[in-house]
Each structure stands twice: as C-alpha cells, then as structure tokens.
C-alpha cells in the first residue's frame, strides 16, 4: 500500500509539472499539516509559534487585504480544527469559558462584530474581526489548553524567543553594514518586521520573560550562560532599535516590578496615577511650554534621541503621533456611539486633520500606520464601547496577573508568570504611542501571555515545586 501510494504521487507529480503545476509540491506539507492539526493540536500551536517572528506580511493578496504568510493561514485553521473537534466532542473545559479573563474578551468580542454590521466598511471590519477572532481563539482558548501541561508553557515561551533571535541578529547584521545609523534603524528589520517600532515593541515584551528565567533554581550553570548570552543580544537589538516607545516601556515594568515586590496596594498606586492624571490637566499650559522648550529631533546619538522622546515642538515623529491621535478623537466625536468600523480608521482618518498640525511625513493615503494608540484607535472605530471594553481586558489582566502571581505556590510558575506580566505590560505601555495588534507577532504573544495567566490560576497555582521543575 505504502509503495502504491508512493507511486501515483510521483506519477500525479510529474503529470502537474508537465503543465508546470507547481502547487503539487506542496501538497505533502499541506497534507501533513492536517494530519498534525487534526492528532496533535498542541504540536501545530508550537509550531505556529516558531514560525511567527520569521513570518511575511504580504500587503495585498487581492481585494485590498493583506495577510502574514505563512502563521495566518495556520492560525485560520487551527482555529477551524479546534471548533470542530469542541463541537464533535462536546468537550472544553467550562472553568475557562467562566473565567472573568473569558468572559470580558468575549464582550469585546462582541462589540467588534456589533460594530461590523454598523461600519463604513464592511468588508474591511469583517476581515478584522475574523483576525482576531482567530488569534484569540488560536492563542488564548486553546492555549490554555495547550497549557495545562505546564511543560508547553516554557516550550511556548522558547519557540518564540529563539526565532526572535534570528530575527535580531539578522538585524544587528545588517544594520552592522549602514554603521549602526538611525536612518536604516527604520528598515533593516525587513522582511519579518515592517518597521523599527514593530521590532523593537516585540522584543520588549519578551525582554523581561527572559530576564525572568535567570531567576529560576531549575536551570544549570551552561543554561544560564545561554540565556545571559540572549539578554545581551535582546539589549543590543533593542538598543539598536532606535524605538523610543519601547525603552519606555521597559523603564515602566521595571517600575512596576519594583512595587509588586514590596507589595504597594493596587489602590495606592491607582490614586497617586489618577493624582498624576489630576495634576497634568492642573498644569497643562505649564508642562506644554516646558516640553515645548525641547527642541531635540531623533538622533544617531542614543543620548539625544533619548532627550527627543518629550519632543513635541520640532520631531515629526511625535507630532506625527499628536496628528493622528486629534483626528482619532474628532471621528469618535463625529460617531461616539458605533466609531466608523473596526479596522477603518486608516481609511477614514484624512479628513479630519487639521492643516495646522500636519507634518512633513503627515499622508492621506494611510499608508504610514493607523492612529498610532491602542486606546484611541478602538475609540474612533468602534466608539466608547470600543475602547471601554478593550480597556476592561487590561483591567482584568493586570489585576488578576497580581493576585495569581501572589497566590501561586511554585516558585518557578510565579517565575513564569511575572515574566508574562511585565511582557504584557510593556504591550500596554507601547500602546499608548503605538498600535499593532493587526500583527500576528503581537497578537501571539498578548493572547498567550494571558493564555499562561488562566492556565496558571487554573491548572498549576497549587503545584508543589517538584510538578512544575522542567
């Protein structure tokens, strides 16, 4: 049977490239691919993993959409496999479906496809709502599943972070060609990241997961090397990345670390930021001339480019951001309620600035990224349900991130999970400035690090040491 089969793939195989099919080449991969989806899950969900840093965004593949090739794909039907087999067998445990983590994703969810059938695009908003369908599906429910054997967790973690090491030293190599200037900082990333801002957002999140192994009592001295080794090369990419929002964020979490050890209440820290919010809208004239006064632009020199970040009278960039960020508020107040649809700000945006506060590198075509926030881009495509409901997620997140990491009894899970914490968190930070949960090497590791969250508290919160060493 085994060399009949054998043999009319060959003789299929030669017949297609006669007529120089070439597509039949790939037929074994595919077939294979299948074949792990449908008897080992977990495997296609690591290998998924691996292969997101050294995906391509192809722009457009017809239609105006773009697509990452070849983890979306692969995404879409791991996806399809899961609900599949869940609907066949009946079978998912309910404690996830409860867990309030759960259930306030489900309500953002919900709001995304609301305001798909109320969108100026449809087709556009659809498209965005099966994305992130699909990667919450792939990289939160099911990962949590993947999870429960606490062993995937850290091959998880590894299967992102060694591709993303290629990734950076591939960079570094290349960016070693142009003598390490700020000017090709913004390009030598490609063709797995299409900016600095992406690369540099993504290696700050897995910065501090990293950082967090060395912590860890299970690990030899030649491992600990290594992963010293990959700390350095994750600084210098980062360093390299000339990503000003990134450095912020990991100046954040190292903040944060600081008072989750010493144990400061969440209620103390939540009333000195909202004394923070108070006392800028007290003095907002003041804080704008002073930041006014700088008039350093980014800078080859790491120490000016560091003095640019509060920039906001001469550097494009920030301007840029300022630009955007006015006309995301000017739509929500032209459609508070539904926003004009998920995904559309891009197309939507160029009538809504004003001439007084464009830029040089200011565009119509929104070719140049959308509203540069995480928090004003849900606002002006899916209104203030939008943003409230996305907001909830990283409400919940960090509070149960906190309570968990307090609770759990095994060292190297409270290892693993303040690793996942600070990496969300410095997502979160970025978002501020930034946006790119359109991305599959976003959304892979900021649905699974909250993935690692309920598996912990699920599964592994009450393990003894010994059931979690690896």
């Known amino acids: 049977m085994l060399y009949l089969i054998g043999g009319s793939f060959i003789l299929l195989s030669a017949i297609f490239l006669y007529f120089e099919q070439f597509w039949i080449l790939g037929l074994p991969i595919v077939l294979a691919i299948v074949g792990v989806a449908l008897f080992k899950l977990d495997w296609l969900f690591l290998i998924i993993t691996m292969l997101t840093p050294l995906s391509i965004n192809v722009e457009d593949i017809g239609g105006g959409f773009g697509l990452h090739l070849p983890t979306e794909p692969l995404i879409f039907g791991l996806m399809l496999v899961f609900l599949v087999r869940v609907f066949y067998d009946s079978h998912f445990d309910s404690r996830v479906l409860r867990h309030p983590l759960t259930l306030v994703i489900g309500i953002n969810l919900a709001w ?70 700020q000017k090709s900082a913004h390009w030598v990333m490609q063709p797995f990241f299409k900016d600095h801002t992406s690369y540099g957002a993504i290696l700050a999140m897995f910065y501090p997961v990293v950082w967090a192994y060395l912590w ?42 600081v008072l989750v050890q010493i144990k400061v209440r969440w209620w103390i820290v939540a009333m000195v930021a909202l004394m923070g919010v108070g006392a800028y809208f007290s003095f907002e004239d003041q804080i704008l001339m002073k930041l006014e006064q700088n008039r350093q632009d980014s800078s080859d020199d790491l120490a000016e ?40 700000y891009k197309f939507h945006y160029a009538p809504f600035q004003h001439s007084s ?20 881009g849900p606002l002006a495509e899916m209104g203030v349900l939008g943003m409230l409901t996305f907001l909830m997620i990283i409400a919940m997140a960090l509070y149960k991130f906190i309570t968990v990491y307090y609770l759990t009894k095994s060292l190297e899970m409270r290892i693993v999970l303040m690793g996942a914490f600070l990496g969300f968190v410095t997502y979160i930070v970025h978002g501020v400035l930034n946006n790119y949960l359109d991305l599959d090497k976003a959304n892979v590791p900021f649905w699974g690090f909250l993935a690692i969250l309920v598996a912990v508290e699920l599964y592994h919160k009450d393990k003894s040491e010994e059931a979690t060493a690896y």
């Open 112 to 181: 995304i496809l609301i305001t798909t059938f109320t969108s100026e695009d449809p087709l556009v908003s659809l498209k965005f709502f099966l994305s992130r369908l699909w990667f919450v599906v792939g990289f939160f429910f099911i990962a949590t599943q993947v999870f429960r054997d606490d062993r995937n967790i850290h091959r998880y973690i590894w299967m992102f972070t060694i591709p993303l090491m290629i990734v950076a030293i591939y960079t570094i190599v290349m960016h070693s060609t142009h003598g390490f200037d």
């Open 305 to 344: 480019h560091v003095n640019s970040i509060s920039n906001v009278a001469t550097d494009a960039s920030n301007l840029e951001r300022i630009n955007r960020w006015s006309a995301a508020l000017r739509m929500f107040e032209e459609r508070p309620v539904f926003g004009y649809g998920p995904g559309t």
């Open 216 to 257: 860890s009592k299970n690990l030899t001295l030649n491992t600990k090397i290594v992963i010293s080794v990959i700390m350095a090369i994750l600084t210098l990419a980062i360093i390299l990345s000339y990503t000003r929002a990134a450095w912020v964020s990991l100046v954040g979490v190292l903040v944060l670390f």
């Open 357 to 376: 506060q464009l830029t040089i590198i200011s565009t119509n075509f929104g070719n140049l990224g959308n509203a540069h926030s995480e928090y004003f």
